[in-house]
């Protein structure tokens, strides 16, 4: 049998980690066998990467974290997220590729098909049954996170313009696989969101 893969995209702020736990909780109460993870973190060897890319105090060249990215993506993938689909369960991400084609494809401006092809590499090709995609002007998302008085790690701190980029890069994305992606407006209530995103889950479970 084999799993599914669902993934949660989004700038800072849009609520994904709340949406993929949500959803994780309603697949459990359903009785599936479910697997949350993240990028980057997912595994021991990418929670070190983790700590480099999001709070090294110094400067990290842009294809260099791209690259970072994409070694934290080859471990995690590998060790982690093929053996659970393997073994038929479900697999729910916060960020996967598409983040890489948006945060350093297009907010680093190296390039969208360079880091796709990049991640797809180290992935060995990996692409999410289910894409969601939470969209959320920068400007509120600053503001959510602002809110929260958290600590910024290295993207959360870059500029408007940075964040910008990446909301356009990701409504791309979607555009182009519009099949993988289900896009929902990440300022709507949190329960409103959380049902648009059961429905379409549904649907793909064959519910």
Known sequence: MTGLFITFEGG????????????????????HSVLRSREPGGTE???EIREIVLH????????????????DRAHHIATKVRPAL????IVIQDRYLDSSVAYQGAGRVL????VRDLSLWAAEGLLPDLTILLDLDETVARGRLDAANKRFDRLE???NEFHARVRAAFLELAEAEQTRFLVTDAAAPVETIAAIVRARVAALLGA
Do not use: F, N
Request: hydrophobic letters at 35%; aromatic letters at 4%; glycine letters at 14%.
């Open 86 to 89: 393997a073994r038929g369960e």
């Open 56 to 71: 090294h105090r110094g400067d990290i060249a842009p294809r260099a974290e791209a690259l970072l990215y994409a070694a």
């Open 45 to 47: 060897v990418g929670i």
């Open 12 to 31: 800072d702020g849009s609520g994904k980690s709340t949406q993929a736990r949500l959803l994780t909780d309603w697949l459990q109460e359903q009785g």
């Open 111 to 114: 390039g969208a098909t360079e």
């Open 157 to 159: 701190a870059e500029k």
